[in-house]
């Protein structure tokens, strides 16, 4: 599957954005989704992800509250609706996807979208 990210951008302190993570193929019911993130000079982290179905959800405890993940798989598209956001949400966020389970660690993941940027300024 190849995955496409987009819908970053730059916004206020307290403004919110939605990420989406659009996959190819027909089959992407059968995949359960990740985002992470990366900032400059740091390790790519977990951010949130799904179930294949759309039912179980995991978040870091950074963004628990402010993002909501979710995953439309008539659309084949997972999003990342982020809210509330902080200077320290700015990165370069990544889709992943994999087939085999949820998981928090980006080894987990064997498909990746290139990432979108998105900046939070105070």
């Known amino acids: 599957v190849q995955l496409q990210a987009s819908g970053g951008g730059m916004v206020q302190t307290g403004g919110s954005l939605r990420l989406s993570c659009r996959a190819s193929?027909?089959?992407?019911?059968?995949?359960?989704s990740a985002w992470f993130r990366q900032a400059p000079g740091k390790e790519r982290e977990f951010v949130s992800a799904i179930s294949r179905s759309g039912t179980t959800t995991y978040y870091s405890d950074s963004v628990k509250g402010r993002f909501t993940i979710s995953k439309d798989n008539a659309k084949n598209t997972a999003y990342l609706q982020m809210s509330s956001l902080k200077p320290e949400d700015t990165a370069v966020y990544y889709c992943a996807a994999n087939r085999v389970r949820t998981s928090t660690s980006a080894d987990g993941y064997g498909f990746w979208g290139k990432g979108t940027q998105v900046t939070v300024s105070s």
């Open positions: 193929g027909d089959f992407f019911r059968l995949y359960h």
